[in-house]
């Protein structure tokens, strides 16, 4: 856990036992795909959020942007830590839904505590097939294209194994390769047009929208946007 929090707060984890029940603050994770107000309760926060650093009423903020923006947080904060602990350990975790809890604070690196459960043996798909599927699946009823959101959950992938590479020199080909095991994965084909992750060079062939949340829809496009020259 020190090596994890010590590779930035997006990786940081707490553990808790399963079969202790949730104490406030703490919520089960799974609430996010279950209860669509809860996660509709995120999305308005982002939504808040974009409006008030632009200077502009909420309404001016589209919700499928804060949407696409808010599952792009979302996924960095489950990726990061897993991709952390396949690197650090040689092995990959298991982060099921029902096996991770948080506290719905504001902010992208919010508490994220794994149950001794999660740190079985498993494999990219579990992270990919498992709660990022169903953060995908839940997010698209808010009106944002699959496209989107698998391209947000490609640049999650190569964003955390960046700043793990930069946190850490010496692992960035554990990082890089870790990545990529992942941006191979069926349901992230097709999502990446440059490669290899972590590089510098990366670029998806989707946007996350978040230009278009700027006054006028004229925000700076990210790094690894399809946008962006």
């Given at each position: 856990m020190?090596?994890?929090a010590a590779?930035?707060p997006f990786?940081?984890l707490?553990t808790?036992h399963?079969?202790?029940?949730?104490?406030?603050?703490?919520?089960?994770l799974?609430?996010?795909?279950?209860?669509?107000?809860?996660?509709?309760?995120r999305v308005d926060?982002v939504?808040?959020?974009?409006?008030?650093a632009?200077g502009?009423?909420v309404a001016?903020?589209e919700?499928?942007?804060a949407a696409?923006?808010a599952q792009?947080?979302?996924?960095?904060r489950?990726?990061?830590?897993t991709?952390?602990?396949?690197?650090?350990?040689g092995?990959?975790?298991r982060p099921?839904?029902d096996l991770?809890?948080?506290?719905p604070v504001?902010g992208g690196?919010?508490?994220l505590s794994?149950?001794?459960?999660?740190?079985?043996p498993g494999?990219?798909d579990?992270?990919l097939?498992?709660?990022v599927r169903e953060?995908?699946l839940?997010?698209?009823?808010?009106?944002?294209s699959?496209?989107?959101?698998?391209g947000n959950?490609a640049?999650?992938?190569?964003?955390?194994?960046?700043?793990?590479?930069?946190?850490?020199?010496?692992?960035?080909?554990?990082?890089?390769?870790?990545?990529a095991?992942?941006?191979a994965h069926?349901?992230?084909?097709?999502?990446?047009?440059?490669v290899p992750?972590?590089t510098?060079?990366?670029?998806?062939?989707s946007?996350?929208?978040?230009y278009?949340?700027?006054?006028?829809g004229a925000?700076a496009l990210?790094g690894?946007?399809v946008?962006?020259r």
């Amino acid at each position: 856990m020190d090596q994890l929090a010590a590779l930035g707060p997006f990786f940081a984890l707490d553990t808790h036992h399963r079969d202790e029940p949730a104490r406030p603050p703490w919520q089960e994770l799974r609430t996010l795909v279950e209860d669509p107000a809860v996660l509709r309760e995120r999305v308005d926060g982002v939504r808040g959020h974009l409006a008030a650093a632009g200077g502009q009423d909420v309404a001016d903020v589209e919700l499928r942007v804060a949407a696409s923006v808010a599952q792009l947080g979302l996924t960095a904060r489950l990726v990061s830590p897993t991709l952390g602990v396949a690197v650090l350990s040689g092995r990959w975790p298991r982060p099921a839904l029902d096996l991770a809890r948080w506290q719905p604070v504001p902010g992208g690196a919010f508490p994220l505590s794994f149950a001794a459960a999660a740190f079985e043996p498993g494999t990219p798909d579990d992270l990919l097939a498992g709660p990022v599927r169903e953060l995908v699946l839940a997010t698209a009823g808010l009106s944002v294209s699959p496209k989107v959101l698998w391209g947000n959950v490609a640049s999650a992938v190569n964003g955390a194994a960046t700043v793990l590479a930069g946190a850490r020199p010496e692992l960035a080909a554990e990082a890089r390769a870790a990545a990529a095991l992942l941006l191979a994965h069926p349901l992230l084909r097709g999502t990446v047009a440059t490669v290899p992750p972590g590089t510098g060079r990366f670029r998806r062939r989707s946007c996350c929208l978040i230009y278009r949340a700027a006054p006028g829809g004229a925000g700076a496009l990210c790094g690894d946007c399809v946008l962006s020259r």
